[in-house]
C-alpha cells in the first residue's frame, strides 16, 4: 500500500507560481511511475503531468504549454509539480497519483486526497 498526500497548494493571482508536493508512505515510490491530475469545478478528471520511476521521462497534457514541470526526489519520497505563469482555468483540485506513468487515470492504482488550487484573475 502508498498513502500520497499532497501539499503547496492555495490561492495565488494570475501570473503566479506554485509548487505541489506529492509525499508518499508505505513503500517507497521509485517503484512506480507518478502522475498529477485535476479536476476543476463541474468538470471531469483531467491529465495534466506524468514522470517516470528514474524521473528521466516526462510527459504532460495539451493544455500545459511550458507552464508546468512535474519532478521526482526517491531519496525523499516526494513528487513536485512546479507550475508558473497560472491562468484562471487552472483552478481546480489536484491531485497525485502512483502507478504506471500514463496519462489515463484509471491505470493508477494510489491517489492522494487533493490539494486546491484557485487562481484569481
Known amino acids: 500500500q502508498v498513502q500520497l498526500v499532497e501539499s503547496g497548494g492555495g490561492l495565488v493571482q494570475a501570473g503566479g507560481s506554485l509548487r505541489l508536493s506529492c509525499e508518499a508512505s508505505?513503500?517507497?515510490?521509485?517503484?512506480?511511475?507518478m502522475g498529477w491530475f485535476r479536476q476543476g469545478p463541474g468538470k471531469e478528471r483531467e491529465f495534466v503531468a506524468a514522470?517516470?520511476?528514474?524521473?528521466?521521462?516526462?510527459y504532460y497534457g495539451d493544455f500545459v504549454k511550458g507552464r508546468f514541470t512535474i519532478s521526482r526526489d526517491n531519496a525523499k519520497n516526494v513528487v513536485y509539480l512546479q507550475m508558473n505563469s497560472l491562468k484562471p482555468e487552472d483552478t481546480a483540485v489536484y491531485y497525485c497519483?502512483?502507478?504506471?506513468?500514463?496519462?489515463?487515470?484509471?491505470?493508477?492504482?494510489?491517489w492522494g486526497q487533493g490539494t486546491q488550487v484557485t487562481v484569481s484573475s
Open positions: 497519483a502512483a502507478g504506471p506513468w500514463g496519462s489515463r487515470a484509471d491505470e493508477y492504482h494510489y
Open positions: 508505505g513503500r517507497t515510490l521509485s517503484s512506480y511511475g
Open positions: 514522470i517516470n520511476w528514474r524521473g528521466d521521462m516526462t
